[in-house]
């Protein structure tokens, strides 16, 4: 039975680079001189740094411009609150989502179920199998996710004939 699996991945080497290009036009714009803006990666957390909440918007602009043009989706960050540390200073946590969560998971089944082509969609930890009989019914799937589901960025990997 043909299947294939529906993920929402990010690309870490790119998301590293992002994060490099980021720090390093930082450091040379005129408007962070002497301030301490910065951004930190620790695996899938990105922690950005500035002196006042207007360079942290500016620093995240950086960042989501960095991203796009290294291929990396914007949709796979989750934004946190802005928190006070000592002084004027402020940080954001940002939160790269990887994987497909329960709760996008069960969307996308009910979407699959929904649209009433002959496959089925199973959750598997943090992806969705689509099993069906005839390849055009998996591939008409994924058209239909490509255009109605934006919550995350979704990749179709593991294309099996059996």
């Not at 690309?11 to 930190?40: H, P, W």
């Not at 689509?130 to 490509?146: F, I, N, P, S, Y």
């Amino acid at each position: 039975m043909p299947s294939f699996d529906v993920v929402s991945e990010v690309n870490k080497v790119e998301l590293a680079n992002a994060v490099d290009q980021s720090n390093k036009e930082i450091t040379t714009r005129f408007d962070f001189k002497g301030s301490s803006a910065k951004i930190e990666q620790k695996d899938l957390e990105l922690t950005l740094f500035a002196d006042s909440d207007f360079q942290l918007d500016q620093v995240r602009d950086v960042l989501i411009s960095k991203l796009s043009k290294r291929g990396v989706d914007t949709r796979s960050l989750a934004e946190g609150k802005h928190e006070k540390i000592s002084g004027n200073k402020v940080k954001e946590t940002i939160e790269v989502k990887n994987g497909i969560d329960q709760d996008n998971g069960k969307k996308i089944t009910k979407m699959i179920k929904e649209s009433k082509i002959k496959v089925q969609g199973s959750i598997q930890g943090d992806l969705v199998r689509v099993t069906g009989t005839k390849r055009d019914d998996l591939q008409e799937t994924m058209a239909l996710l490509k255009k109605d589901f934006t919550e995350l960025p979704l990749q179709f990997i593991n294309f099996r004939e059996k």
